[in-house]
């Protein structure tokens, strides 16, 4: 029986050995990966912030440990920012970092309010180039407006100057704009897409100033 009692003793100490070995590897394999530090980030899809400025507000401007800076807790940080809509974040070997950026962007100012509005409805304070929307546009009308320039091109978006509400006798919901290149455009809410068409309709009349009625028709009034 002594001796049972000893084979029993020896093959619980190395079982308690082997136990203790794989905790220690694993406890090494952890606190070796925290060394390991983020260093590759590449930012893609900003505007607003440049390159710099997004991988601070990310929180990795020291490039940190990888292992302490997980995807999902990078993108929290991100997303907490109003003009930032959503956030992505792909590691790969753990060192390089891939942030795609969704931005909630500027829309225009509207000057009733003295106030920026953003692409989520969001009114802020801040001074962007966008256009100026410089009158009043009725609620139910403004509801629909602010649709159509969340589906408008972007670059369209910023080649506009100014906009103002100009319903006349035909469409209670028409407006004029006044494009950075001299050139104005009349649209009403249902033709407003058509704006996105603007560079290829202007390009048609070898550069000259005028006004395109796109709120009935589709034509060009050259101005001399």
Do not use: C
Not at 45 to 61: D, Q
Not at 74 to 98: G, Q
Not at 182 to 194: A, I, M, P, Q
């Amino acid at each position: 029986m002594a001796k049972k009692k000893v084979k029993k003793r020896k093959l619980h100490k190395k079982r308690f050995l082997i136990f203790i070995l794989i905790v220690l590897f694993i406890l090494g394999l952890f606190f070796g990966l925290r060394q390991i530090k983020i260093t590759n980030i590449k930012v893609s899809g900003n505007t607003l912030y440049s390159e710099w400025e997004i991988i601070k507000k990310a929180g990795l401007s020291n490039y940190p440990s990888s292992l302490d800076n997980l995807s999902s807790e990078i993108e929290k940080k991100l997303e907490k920012d109003p003009y930032i809509k959503e956030a992505h974040v792909h590691k790969s070997f753990l060192t390089d970092v891939s942030i795609e950026i969704k931005e909630n962007l500027p829309l225009f100012y509207y000057v009733p309010i003295r106030k920026t509005v953003l692409a989520d409805k969001t009114e802020v304070s801040a001074d962007f180039p966008v256009p100026t929307v410089i009158n009043y546009i009725p609620d139910k009308s403004y509801n629909k407006f602010l649709k159509s320039f969340q589906n408008m091109d972007y670059d369209i978006v910023k080649r506009i100057s100014e906009i103002k509400y100009d319903p006349n006798d035909v469409d209670t919901e028409r407006f004029l704009l006044t494009m950075n290149d001299g050139n104005y455009v009349y649209l009403t809410l249902r033709t407003f897409d058509k704006i996105n068409n603007y560079l290829d309709i202007v390009k048609e009349f070898n550069n000259k100033k005028g006004i395109l009625y796109l709120d009935s028709g589709e034509y060009f009034k050259i101005l001399e």
